[in-house]
């Protein structure tokens, strides 16, 4: 594999790198318009040194417009250069999405029947059943986090507010419900005025139930009621006999949730 030529310049967000496929030491000069658009969007001159590796901690970016900078040129950089900017970055650039982890609900106490060993049932998912089923969305390699609203698998994500940086306090302790399959999000989500949208026909709908100790429940979510539960058991409720539904049955409301 040819090593790729690596350029880095300072920003006040942070480090931005580029890096060349084409190791020459013209790379850098045609990519001048791209060079320009950066700046332009960033509101600072750039001024780059040679480097040795590209910014692993980041955002990425491939230049897929031929017009900016040569085939297969990375642009790299602090995230700080995205958040809470005004302007989206320029055209001519294809972002490496973002993978986010889903938290559907949070209980502050054990929503499950402490009488009961093994839980069996479908767990209530009071915040689906709200007007607008509020998510947060968590990206914690880089401290990020933002809410978004949703209507449940195979609706459309939607951003609910700002991306924010994570608080750094102890968080407190909580059942949290957490979709398996990370989410993807656009870079751009982390601009102030988002505008993104995720549709999720395709993320599978298993999902967990985690205590605050580490220990986890896994499940399904389907459909219940007016809103969404996470089914604890086999496959289907159908499969589970009538005798092994206790919850199904008698039915179990602890905190903000139910096992029902």
Known sequence: MSRRAVFEAVTPHG??????????PSAL?????????????????????????VLADGLSATVSDPSLAPA???LGVSHDCMLGHVQAP????TWDALRFEMELDVFEASPLPSSVSEPLGMLLLPASFLPEWTVRLTEKRLGLECSASWHGLGSTLRPFGEALRMDGSPAKAAWRVLLDEPVCLPA?????DPSWSVPTGTLQPHARLLSPDGNLLRGALM???QGTGLWIGPSRPEEASPDARPFQRAGSTTARGAIA
């Open 15 to 24: 480090l931005l790198t580029l890096s060349f496929a084409d190791a020459s």
């Open 29 to 53: 000069a045609r990519a001048k318009p791209l060079v320009d658009a950066l700046e332009q969007w960033l509101g600072h001159a750039l001024e780059f040194a040679p480097a040795v590796v």
């Open 72 to 74: 297969g040129t990375r």
């Open 90 to 93: 320029p055209r001519g650039l």
């Open 188 to 192: 751009t989500c982390l601009l102030r």
């Open 223 to 225: 459909p219940a009621l």
